[in-house]
């Protein structure tokens, strides 16, 4: 199975900051790799898929490279409805599997 | 406008069967692929199952294979999850999830998810 390490778990940030989250899958997925937003109490949602593709209707400042084994999100000036919870997930291969999260907390 | 709506979740004693469901509208179901996902209490987010759009193949993760079956109704736009010998760790928020139309295997939509409890 192809292990996704997110850091840092948590990120203490102000309105205005860029923040970025790294992921490393532990082999190789080429591309295949997806960041989704995660608010308490609501579903996930599609920020970025295909390492830096950004999903329709989400704001350009989030951005994510990367390819191969290591990927970063970032997000270029932090807005009060950005704090929340980001997960990557490799979409390469069975079975999928998503990074541990990173908590965005207001500073 | 896709909509993925689950149900069938509530609590249940160890060893004992669910069946949650998710109905999907605004797309056409049998074109795409679809997947569980859960989320244990304040815990991260853990794949489940997929199911290709032609019900032909799916997958499951090891945590369930053998005890959960993912199907589908095509002809009534409904997405299944049969959930047999349940464990206190199957506890979670289930997440029904549409494929992404461009790219391998991420989800585009999702519904708002289904408690499950199992204990005693």
């Known amino acids: 199975d192809i292990q996704m390490t997110q850091s840092p778990s948590s990120v203490s940030a102000s309105v205005g900051d860029r923040v970025t989250i790294t992921c490393r899958a532990s082999q190789g997925i080429s591309s295949w790799l997806a960041w989704y937003q995660q608010k308490p109490g609501k579903a996930p949602k599609l920020l970025i898929y295909a390492a830096s593709t950004l999903q329709s209707g989400v704001p350009s400042r989030f951005s994510g490279s990367g390819s191969g084994t290591e990927f970063t999100l970032t997000i270029s000036s932090l807005q009060p409805e950005d704090f929340a919870s980001y997960y990557c997930q490799q979409s390469n291969s069975f079975p999928l599997t998503f990074g541990e999260g990173t908590k965005v907390e207001i500073k | 406008e896709v909509q993925l709506l689950e149900s069938g979740g509530g609590l249940v004693q160890p060893g004992e069967s669910l069946t949650l469901s998710c109905a999907a509208s605004?797309?056409?179901?049998?074109?795409?692929?679809m997947s569980w996902v859960r989320q244990a209490p304040g815990k991260g987010l853990e794949w489940v199952s997929f199911?290709?759009?032609?019900?032909?193949?799916?997958s499951y993760a090891d945590s369930v294979k053998g005890r959960f079956t993912i199907s589908r109704d095509n002809s009534k736009n409904t997405l299944s999850l049969q959930m047999n010998s349940l464990r206190a760790e199957d506890t979670a928020i289930y997440y029904c999830a549409k494929k992404h139309t461009n790219a391998y295997y991420s989800f585009d939509y999702w519904g708002q998810g289904t408690l499950v409890t199992v204990s005693s």
């Open positions: 199911i290709y759009g032609n019900s032909l193949a799916t």
């Open positions: 605004g797309f056409t179901l049998r074109n795409f692929a």
